[in-house]
């Protein structure tokens, strides 16, 4: 028997497409000013999305923890030392998913996880960096 998709997850299909908005403006920074911080200094970038996400396509040098391992208690102290690991001097690192949406919600975890550190959202995900940064960066 057929669900209707809607009443069954509460939620249209196109739920995730919509912009979430948790951050305000100074904690997040735009794909193009991470381009620019990235052609300045070594940044830590941290990609909240699933492995096979990831595989598909990603920046370059990025960390990829995805946001279950960050949600996960149980992940907590191993994610903390891979963090410490990468972290530079100064202490930045900017957090980055498909479209914008989980990263927001892995920068919330990861100020609580390391005070402290600057962690900062990147608007509009790897789809902005396809579409500000790299045009050729395959968006999916």
Same mark, same amino acid.
């Given at each position: 028997?057929?669900?209707?998709?809607?009443?069954?997850?509460?939620?249209?299909?196109?739920?995730?497409?919509?912009?979430?908005?948790?951050?305000?403006?100074?904690?997040?920074?735009?794909?193009?000013?991470?381009?620019?911080? /990235?052609?300045?200094?070594?940044?830590?970038?941290? @990609?909240?999305?699933?492995?096979? %996400?990831?595989?598909?396509?990603? $920046?370059? !040098?990025?960390?990829?923890i995805p946001l279950a391992d960050l949600?996960?208690?149980?992940?907590?102290?191993?994610t903390m030392e891979k963090l410490e690991?990468?972290?530079?001097?100064?202490?930045? /690192?900017?957090?980055?998913?498909?479209?914008?949406? @989980?990263?927001?919600?892995?920068? %919330?975890?990861?100020?609580?996880? $390391?005070? !402290?550190?600057?962690?900062?959202?990147?608007?509009?995900?790897?789809?902005?960096?396809?579409?500000?940064?790299?045009?050729?960066?395959?968006?999916?």
């Amino acid at each position: 028997e057929l669900i209707d998709y809607t009443q069954f997850c509460g939620a249209a299909p196109t739920d995730k497409e919509s912009s979430l908005t948790l951050l305000g403006i100074s904690e997040r920074i735009t794909a193009r000013q991470l381009g620019e911080v /990235m052609e300045k200094k070594k940044c830590l970038v941290v @990609d909240v999305r699933t492995e096979p %996400e990831v595989e598909m396509c990603g $920046l370059e !040098g990025c960390l990829n923890i995805p946001l279950a391992d960050l949600q996960y208690e149980g992940k907590r102290e191993e994610t903390m030392e891979k963090l410490e690991k990468m972290l530079s001097e100064e202490k930045e /690192m900017y957090v980055m998913c498909r479209r914008g949406n @989980d990263s927001q919600v892995g920068v %919330e975890i990861l100020r609580k996880m $390391l005070p !402290g550190v600057s962690v900062r959202d990147v608007v509009g995900g790897l789809h902005a960096w396809a579409r500000d940064v790299d045009t050729n960066f395959p968006a999916y």
